[in-house]
């Protein structure tokens, strides 16, 4: 079985006061911090296409117009041992361009070499994802299934929004 990219390169995080988040093409994540013994009926979260709300215990954490829109009935969240809520939104844009510099509209934004190599991190996913897709007869000198794998690379040039367009290549 296959492990998803992030899993196999890891993940960029943006720190906050409350926890963290992070993202890979399709999805944002967002991992609050809660006291230890908090139960489900504590927590309070009200996910919208662009906008979210988290309350623990009667208490705001986190509240605010999203930075890009998401798909509202995909949006779930959790909470893990009682001490940590992991909120997953699907993004509407799934494309390696739409990094999201920060995660509300004016809070939470990641510093530059945070957005930098959360950048990277999209550009590769979706590198990996098209190779994998691409007619082998383009790589005859390979094996049948050739199974990129880009989690270890490392990029540089342009891959800023997403780096080059390869959606021209023989299909």
Known sequence: MSVPFEERSGVV??????GRWYQTLEEVFIEVQVPPGTRAKDVCC???SRHIALSVRGREVLQGKLFDSTVTDEGTW???DRKLIRIVLMKTNRDAGNCWTSLLE???AADPWVQDQMQRKLTLERFQREANNLPVKLFSYLPQNPGFDFSGAEISGNYSKGGPDFSSLEK
């Open 13 to 18: 995080p943006c720190g906050t006061p409350w």
């Open 46 to 48: 009200n996910l919208q």
């Open 78 to 80: 959790t909470l893990e």
């Open 106 to 108: 004016n809070e939470y």
